[in-house]
Nanobody
């Protein structure tokens, strides 16, 4: 069983930056990891995912070039650096772990993820 705890959310002005962190209770080096978000009244959506080794990363078109996902397997941690934030980035951000990931990539489908954190709120104001 893996427990995930996100931190780093908050209120920021448009154009600002935030760095989200996700700490895992267990060893997650063999898990695909990802960030997903959900805004009020909307479906949960893919933001970024990363392969087990960290060599492969995937981004939603809406965040490509602004967000960077990374992981530190020695620390069982996942990160999301968010730059040039926009009001449309406002959502609850969730960290997730896939216990049976593809060999050298990571799924973009939230239904493939087995473990979820409680979420951290990110609010971007004008």
């Amino acid at each position: 069983q893996v427990q995930l705890v996100e931190s780093g959310g908050g209120l920021v002005q448009a154009g600002g930056s935030l760095r989200l962190s996700c700490a895992a209770s267990g060893r997650t080096f063999s898990y695909g990891m990802g960030w997903f978000r959900q805004a009020p009244g909307k479906e949960r959506e893919f933001v970024a995912t990363i392969s087990r080794s960290g060599a492969s990363t995937y981004y939603a078109d809406s965040v490509k070039g602004r967000f960077t996902i990374s992981r530190d397997n020695a620390k069982n941690s996942l990160y999301l650096q968010m730059n040039t934030l926009k009001p449309e980035d406002t959502a609850v951000y969730y960290c997730a772990a896939d216990a049976a990931p593809p060999a050298y990539s990571a799924s973009r489908d939230y239904r493939d993820y087995d473990y979820w954190g409680q979420g951290t709120q990110v609010t971007v104001s004008l």
